[in-house]
């Protein structure tokens, strides 16, 4: 899975709890994944594709390359 190159995101771990019984006692695995794009950019003039989430890429963390 990629991962954010400007602020290292990446996918989380925890549990998925049913919530059927009174008890919290049914857990199970699960995985969130970033919302991760990839992404032409400028860098030193040079135009390089990376993976970036759009968090960074909606607070103008890098310039796009059009």
């Known amino acids: 899975m ?3 190159e400007i602020c290292e995101k990446g996918m989380r771990t925890g549990h998925r709890i049913s919530i059927n019984r009174s008890q ?3 857990r199970a695995n699960r995985t969130w994944k970033p919302n991760v794009k990839k992404v ?3 860098d030193n ?3 390089k594709s990376i993976y970036i989430c759009t ?3 909606r607070s103008n963390k890098v310039t796009r390359a059009i």
Request: charged share 25%; with cysteine; proline share 0%.
């Open 55 to 57: 968090r960074c890429l």
């Open 45 to 47: 003039g040079t135009v």
């Open 40 to 42: 032409k950019i400028v």
């Open 24 to 26: 919290v006692s049914r």
């Open 2 to 4: 990629a991962k954010c």
